[in-house]
């Protein structure tokens, strides 16, 4: 300190963190002076945060927020990004905060490897990391969701998976929640890398009602679905009640439906027990 002043100045580098630990003491003295102390606390530069939660669709990516609470020191900060399951992986695996700045110029990508859960974690020198789960999920849903059966007429229903399973087939269970209205095979598969299947749907053909059609996947992390099928019994056809026709003679009878044909319309068979009279 020069003569005719009283302040000087002094530089301090922090070299490892001093939480949990007692801080470090600085002393000064001089000659004829009491030494003067103060302790020194050696703290973050920062925190960094990950988003609360986030999704994606196997073989799919999506953008994933990496940000500090704060701006980044004078030189930036590099943030290494890792992953705990091969579920899931962020790309690239470090982003660069520049300084003054709280995200990078570009956020990273989030990609979905497989069905299931992963933490990411978020790490750099001198900052309190993050780490944060993600799901890698997918979700079944039907077309059309609902539909109407005639008797014991068949109909195809389309079940769909919103992503494709790179590395495996998908067994999917199906039940009716009332067989009598209607029934479903016990279940179908969607090949590996398939997005679809066609779901086979019978009408009972006896019981006026609607059945629930669910479709529950034999993997975790996908979601059911549900379709609702009606089913509208047609009932017995009726013919004339003993008619007569002449000898050598033809005569014109009607038929009759219990109720209004249905929208495809009714192609009727007739056969005779003995077609010599």
Request: cysteine-free; hydrophobic content about 40%.
């Amino acid at each position: 300190i020069p003569a005719g002043s009283a302040t000087g100045s002094f530089t301090v580098a922090g070299v490892a963190l001093t939480a949990g630990k007692t801080a470090p003491t600085i002393t000064a003295s001089a000659t004829g002076y009491t030494s003067g102390t103060t302790q020194v606390t050696v703290s973050f530069l920062g925190k960094i945060f990950l988003l609360p939660s986030a999704s994606v669709a196997p073989g799919q990516s999506v953008p994933y927020s990496v940000t500090l609470a704060s701006a980044a020191p004078a030189n930036g900060v590099t943030i290494t990004l890792s992953s705990d399951s091969p579920n899931a992986t962020v790309t690239p695996s470090t982003v660069f905060i520049p300084a003054q700045q709280t995200a990078p110029a570009t956020q990273p990508n989030l990609n979905g490897v497989a069905i299931g859960t992963a933490n990411i974690t978020a790490s750099a020198p001198g900052f309190i990391g993050d780490t944060k789960p993600v799901t890698v999920s997918a979700g079944l849903s039907f077309s059309p969701l609902s539909w109407t059966i005639y008797g014991a007429d068949t109909k195809l229903l389309t079940l769909t998976l919103s992503a494709a399973l790179p590395n495996q087939d998908l067994l999917i269970n199906l039940t009716s929640s009332d067989t009598a209205v209607a029934t479903v095979p016990s279940s179908v598969t969607i090949v590996k890398t398939g997005t679809s299947v066609q779901v086979l749907v019978t009408g009972g053909g006896t019981k006026n009602g609607s059945t629930i059609i669910t479709a529950t996947s034999t993997l975790s992390g996908i979601t059911n679905a549900q379709a609702t099928v009606t089913n509208v019994p047609l009932g017995q056809i009726i013919l004339p009640s003993n008619p007569t026709v002449a000898l050598g003679q033809s005569a014109t009878f009607t038929v009759t439906l219990p109720a209004l044909a249905p929208p495809s319309g009714v192609t009727l068979h007739l056969t005779s027990t003995d077609p010599s009279t």
